[in-house]
């Protein structure tokens, strides 16, 4: 099956589009990641920069991209490693300058090792200089050095960047719009998680360990040559109600809920999905309470993420069912209005109803302009993830203890409306029991 991919065309319209903002008088520096050691002489797994792979798609360290506008011998110039045999033996291909140029669009590539030489060159007689300020005192520093450079030729009337701008701002904000080529990789994504949250259903049996349900979700990530765009959440139990649950060793018990939140990351962007369904196949029906609070509260978010409402309708809108939902399970007495008011539904809902999604799972961009909550526009994406946590230490009637309860689905927002990118994950109760009922199906074909 053909997967999607980013054009080297988009990644030039990116360059264009953020050079068009920085004004013509600017140059941008952009570094790749680093390689991180875990231990010893074991490396974590390299994961590119997201900026960086944003405007390059090149995947390896050691690299610097630098946006040179208007430049007559090119105005995209790459840094990287250069070509090594010896090293290619020991750690893998490399690019090198050549590669930059014919494979990614460079329109001039040097090695990694000659950028103390020819940057102070590029940014002569350049007003500002945009940059990741304030993230590495390393590159601040290395910065302010090519800067001090040019500043050392100025009696040859050479003038320096005099203007620092951070990068972010710029890029950040055209991140948060998606282009379709973007919403593909991100439907290929969560369509890949779906069939991963499916595969967790149909092989749960009471017994088994959190961290076998957790193998079949890389498997099932694996197989699509993709991995995770964060730590598996894999909590049986009262272990659903600890929101950053990652331990994944407790078995699970018959009776018991199991939250899963996990998505998978295709071509560096990201999908995030949660569902929570029971052990044994069957809700009890204290759990299907619970679920249908969370599931009613997440239509209703999803209903008000369209364009023109403003970044926290879906949220005040969670809050409203699930403050509802908690007077109906006998938690909460009171008005609804003042128990709003109060936030009395925080020890039970203690988190927001989503983030942007991107090419980072909590993606970057504004959710305030200014003092107000930022409109929802075409391109946005978002999560919308209600939950109900009624851990052991809260106040919640016995029956309901032990439970937790999350839904979370990745919404794209569209001219018309939104598009449910995760929508073919099994959610209704009804959906989810017969999945569970189903033989394991799932060994090929998906996305
Ligand atoms: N999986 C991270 C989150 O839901 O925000
Ligand atoms: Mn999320
Ligand atoms: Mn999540």
Sequence with gaps: MKTP???????????????????????????????????????????????FLYLTG???????????????????????????????????????????????????????????????????????????????????????????QVRSKVRSGVRAPCEFFALEHHLHEQRLFKQAGEFRMMRHAATISANAHRRAMQVCRPGMIEYEIEAELLHEFRRHGTEPA???????????????????????RDGDLLLIDAGCEYGGYASDITRTFPVSGRFSAEQREVYEVVLEAQAAAIAKAVPGNHWNDPHDAAVATITRGLRALGVLKGRPSDLIRKEAFKPYYMHRTGHWLGL???????????????????GMVMTVEPGLYFGPQTKAPKALRGIGVRIEDDVALTRSGHEVLSGECPKTVAEIESCMAAEVTSRSGAA
């Design 5 to 51: 991919t980013i054009t080297l065309k988009e990644f030039a319209r990116r360059r264009q589009r953020l050079m068009q903002a920085m004004g013509k008088n600017s140059i941008a520096v952009i570094p790749a990641a680093s390689e991180r050691l875990r231990n010893r002489d074991v490396e974590y797994a390299f994961r590119q920069d997201s900026d």
């Design 58 to 148: 090149f995947p390896e360290p050691d690299a610097v991209a630098v946006l040179v506008p208007g430049r007559d011998a090119g105005e995209y110039v790459l840094f990287c490693r250069d070509r090594d045999p010896v090293m290619e033996t020991w750690s893998g291909r490399r690019a090198g300058p050549e590669g930059a140029i014919a494979a990614y669009g460079a329109d001039c590539a040097f090695p990694i090792g000659d950028i103390g030489e020819i940057l102070p060159g590029l940014m002569e007689n350049r007003t500002t200089l945009c940059a990741p300020f304030g993230h590495s005192e390393a590159l601040d520093r290395r910065l302010f050095g090519w800067v001090n």
């Design 230 to 252: 964060y730590h598996s959440i894999v909590g049986g139990g009262e272990n659903g109600c600890i929101l950053h649950y990652i331990e994944n060793r407790s078995p699970l």
């Design 360 to 378: 980072d799972v909590h993606d970057v961009g504004d959710y305030r302009i200014g003092d107000t909550w930022r409109l929802l526009e075409p």
